[in-house]
């Protein structure tokens, strides 16, 4: 259960070498597409000698769609309604950042009611998906009251988010020049009553999840990250907090109102899955508070989308721009190359599970029990929908 | 980041730096010296973040223009560095050995673009595709449309309008011309 | 070794090494035959209809609304279904939006194996005709002309709710004896086979996964 990486990450790039199957010493598993253990759709092609993983490789592409080509070819007021759907469990830091890049390159300025909106609209899918994945850390280890609690407490974010912007999942709400609509009565009341239910639901969950026995033992020295292992895998958010490091783009290039919130960087001393665990436990409180202090400092009147030219002749000047934002799993980017056209010549989708999931699960599976995978698989919080776009 | 230009500009051969916004340089190296720059920017610079490693396609030009996004931590700047490299025979350098990520970006752009990085590793594996026996699907003489339509077939009764179509025929018959 | 049958209504296999042609078998599918007495074939459908155990594949985006279907708001659990983890113990096949070609090739494999009478339910607007991924080159536009669909909830995405009302449309179909995409997919099975050989290029799998 205990993993040791025995050798420093920055030095050794090397594929192993591949173990002999023929020896019959070895079980090939393909922990495929078709697994509940499996965070969303990929598959691992795992050598187990006994109960112990000896080699490791990810296959991902199960969900790729060519979204980078298909947004070639669409229009920059079509492609908004179709980048929610490259990160399906966190759809809205798509639609922010494909927004934030086309003001950005088009010279648009975001009026005040609209920045805050959207920065409350974050927050909320950042605690939404982050209830979604306290309920997939324990459902890894065979505890599943509070993945049954969780998925049920976010239907009621999920409800908050019908209020605001009309849908569920797939809300289309940022769009290029503000958001689409202004809050509705009432939604302060309700929103703010949910966010106490939420905090109740944390505590209970830090006693149930957090001080379990069992919980403590599967997870405690489960895929250590070491420091040094951050720079030379690329890896990002509450993965590379948990090792000590204070990199939060909310605080270190602030965007949206985050510069006038109030928040810490929080950071962990236990780069273990425990470690990871309680750190994401630790940023849904503060995605909570950060809501509180949105919805007492939004303004309430005022435009919420700025004047827009034409949008279906919309040409924006050559240029090129890479914005990010720090979503549930990290540094989220967008890369978008203009040409002058209509279309947009090039963008490409920076996702955080890119590096996570492929080179830092092939190496941190190496000496993992079999039936730590799932976990060590969660706790990197890896989404597959981002990896292959 | 004057600074470091002004050492890069010593030391390199490089051209095109634009200040994109505070924050975001891009500047464009040669293809031979491209890898011993972005060492020098790890090493020395302190760029040691990759953000990605992406591909811009100029068929008009005849080159593909690879884009290495670098970040420094501690000065929170970033810098993109551009490197042409010709399209009919598609190679550049490999930078597995710099990060331990590298090696997965490089992957997925020789599938989707050809583009072929010699010693990286497992680079003849499938990366998203499987039994895919066309051109590299991100290249743009490649029509995505004619390609679905073709394999996959379609089902009558999708109605599809080009906004700027039906907004001349229908609603402004009678203005001619493009609305510029 | 699995006994292979004799020469007439076996399948190729040509996907399959030598040594692999013994570890499969060859057979050809065979349709599921209704009870005689109708009697018995009523209350074998008011069974299947009520015990509607899905395969836990969420195959793209579709499966982000079979989570919240499960707990206790919507609980899916009142109509009997729950989610299985392998494919010989449920009966449903969620194909939860779009399928790509790789997945594809899975979701048949996955669907072979599961024991008749299957279903398939085909949420969102993806199987129907494509979606908003109509000209993408890896997706698939008419779901239906690879493997047989019994009833389809379009939408983007379907709601919990509609959800629910898909299943409680797909147990009136049952009920009514009219859901027979097994039965329909043995009988046409070359052409849904043609059909997904087409797409599918690297076919190194058996003709039929029993």
Request: glycine content about 8%; some cysteine; proline content about 5%.
């Amino acid at each position: 259960m205990t993993q040791s990486t025995g050798h420093s990450a920055a030095l050794d790039f090397a594929q192993p070498e591949p173990p002999d199957l023929s020896s019959g010493k070895y079980v090939k598993l393909w922990q495929g597409p078709q697994h509940p253990g499996i965070t969303g759709n990929m598959s691992l092609e795992l050598v187990l000698d006994g109960d112990t993983i000896i080699a490791c490789k990810t296959h991902v592409g199960y969900l790729h769609r060519g979204f980078e080509k298909l947004m070639e070819r669409r229009t920059f007021i079509q492609n908004f309604t179709v980048v929610c759907r490259i990160a399906v469990p966190e759809p809205t830091f798509n639609e922010y950042l494909y927004s934030h890049a086309v003001e950005e390159l088009s010279g648009i300025e975001v009026p005040e009611r609209a920045v805050w909106l959207r920065t409350m609209n974050l927050e909320m899918m950042r605690l939404a998906s982050f209830l979604m994945w306290i309920g997939g850390q324990s459902g890894a280890f065979g505890q599943y009251t509070v993945p049954n609690w969780t998925l049920a407490y976010r239907d009621y974010v999920l409800d908050l988010f019908e209020e605001m912007t009309g849908a569920r999942i797939y809300h289309m709400y940022i769009v290029p020049g503000g958001v689409r609509a202004g809050l509705p009565d009432g939604f302060e009341e309700r929103a703010r009553e949910i966010m106490k239910g939420a905090e109740k639901l944390l505590d209970q969950i830090e006693r149930v999840m957090f001080h379990n026995v069992v919980f403590k033992a599967r997870s405690k020295g489960l895929g250590i990250i070491t420091p040094d292992m951050v720079d030379p895998y690329g890896i990002v958010g509450p993965n590379a907090r948990a090792c000590g490091l204070a990199r939060d783009i909310r605080k270190d290039e602030p965007y949206l109102a985050y510069d006038r919130l109030d928040f810490d960087t929080i950071t962990g001393n236990e780069p273990d899955a425990y470690g990871r665990a309680y750190l994401r436990l630790q940023e849904t409180r503060q995605s909570i508070s950060l809501i509180r202090q949105c919805l007492d400092r939004a303004p309430t009147d005022g435009p919420f989308q700025a004047d827009m030219p034409n949008v279906l002749h919309w040409k924006i000047p050559a240029g090129e721009t890479y914005v990010k934002a720090e979503c549930t799993r990290g540094e989220y980017g967008y890369y978008m190359v203009t040409d002058g056209t209509e279309f947009v010549r090039r963008v490409h989708v920076r996702g955080p599970s890119y590096t996570h999931a492929i080179a830092v699960m092939e190496r941190l599976a190496v000496g993992t029990n079999i039936a730590d995978i799932a976990g060590l698989m969660v706790s990197l919080h890896t989404y597959p929908p981002e990896i292959e776009r | 980041m004057n600074e470091i230009l002004d050492r890069l500009q010593r030391n390199f051969s490089i051209s095109d730096i634009s200040v994109r916004k505070p924050g975001l340089v891009t500047l464009k190296v040669g293809k031979d010296s491209a890898e011993i720059l972005i060492r020098e920017l790890r090493d020395r610079e302190g760029y040691t973040h990759l953000n990605f490693i992406a591909c811009i396609d100029y068929i008009e030009d005849g080159i593909f223009t690879l884009v290495y996004m670098l970040h420094n931590y501690a000065s929170k700047e970033t810098l993109g560095v551009h490197v042409d490299i010709d399209r009919e025979s598609a190679e550049m350098t490999s930078i597995h050995t710099l990060w331990a990520q590298a090696w997965t970006y490089q992957r997925e752009l020789r599938e989707m673009y050809g583009i072929n990085f010699p010693g990286s590793p497992r680079l003849e594996e499938d990366f998203c595709l499987e039994g895919w026996d066309q051109i590299p699907p991100m290249r743009r003489e490649f029509d995505t449309k004619a390609f679905s339509e073709e394999r996959f077939g379609h089902r009558e009764g999708r109605h599809s309008e080009v906004p700027r179509d039906h907004m001349k025929v229908e609603l402004y018959p009678n203005r001619g011309g493009d609305e510029e | 070794m699995i006994k292979t049958l004799g020469t007439e209504d076996t399948l190729e296999n040509a996907g399959l090494s030598a040594e692999e042609q013994q570890l499969f078998s060859n057979a050809r599918p065979r349709a599921y035959e209704p009870y005689p007495i109708k009697a018995v074939e009523d209350f074998a459908n008011w069974a299947r209809a009520n015990s509607l155990w899905i395969l836990a594949f969420g195959t793209g985006c579709g499966a982000i609304e079979l989570r919240p279907l499960m707990t206790a708001r919507f609980d899916a659990n009142r109509f009997g279904v729950a989610g299985r983890p392998t494919p010989r113990q449920s009966s449903v096949f969620v194909i939860g939006g779009y399928a790509s070609v790789k997945t594809l090739k899975r979701i048949i494999r996955s669907y072979e194996q599961m024991q008749g009478p299957k279903f398939v339910i085909a949420l969102g607007i993806c199987p129907v005709n494509g979606g908003m991924y109509f000209d993408s080159y890896n997706t698939v536009n008419r779901f239906d002309q690879y493997l047989p669909v019994d009833l389809y909830i379009t939408g983007c995405m379907p709601r919990p709710e509609v959800l629910v009302a898909g299943i409680m449309e797909l147990q009136k179909k049952i009920k009514a004896g009219r859901c027979d995409g097994a039965n329909r997919y043995v009988e046409n099975f070359d052409w849904y086979k043609a059909n997904q050989k087409k797409v599918i290029k690297n076919w190194d799998m058996p003709d039929y996964n029993w």
